[in-house]
């Protein structure tokens, strides 16, 4: 009588279990389910974004405000090249030793 009671109790404790995981995985890959996942990841994702362009605006101000622009600044001409330099550099020749 004990060994059918137990039989039969671990009969109805394996169909509930099978109840749940067939609910769960329902719920797991409802594509109601995917979609709310889908929006909270965007959702994290847009507030990390949000986080990160305010981070880079604070740094673009502080670099602007803090002289490292090139306001005002000459740009330096290069040295112009004579014909000699220009034919020994081509030719691929040594300067003559004087």
């Given at each position: ?8 109790v671990?009969?109805?404790?394996a169909?509930v ?6 609910a769960?995985?329902?719920?797991r ?6 979609a709310?996942?889908?929006?909270k990841?965007l959702?994290d994702a847009n507030?990390e974004?949000?986080?990160l362009?305010?981070?880079?605006e604070?740094m ?15 740009p ?5 090249e004579?014909?000699?330099e ?8 040594k300067?003559p030793k004087?």
């Amino acid at each position: 009588m004990e060994e059918n009671n137990e039989q039969e109790v671990e009969k109805e404790d394996a169909q509930v279990k099978t109840e749940d995981t067939a609910a769960n995985l329902n719920e797991r890959f409802s594509p109601i389910a995917e979609a709310n996942l889908a929006a909270k990841r965007l959702e994290d994702a847009n507030k990390e974004k949000a986080r990160l362009l305010s981070i880079e605006e604070k740094m673009i101000i502080e670099r602007k405000l803090g002289g490292n622009t090139n306001a005002g600044q000459i740009p330096i001409k290069p040295k112009e090249e004579t014909a000699a330099e220009y034919a020994t550099r081509v030719m691929g020749e040594k300067k003559p030793k004087l």
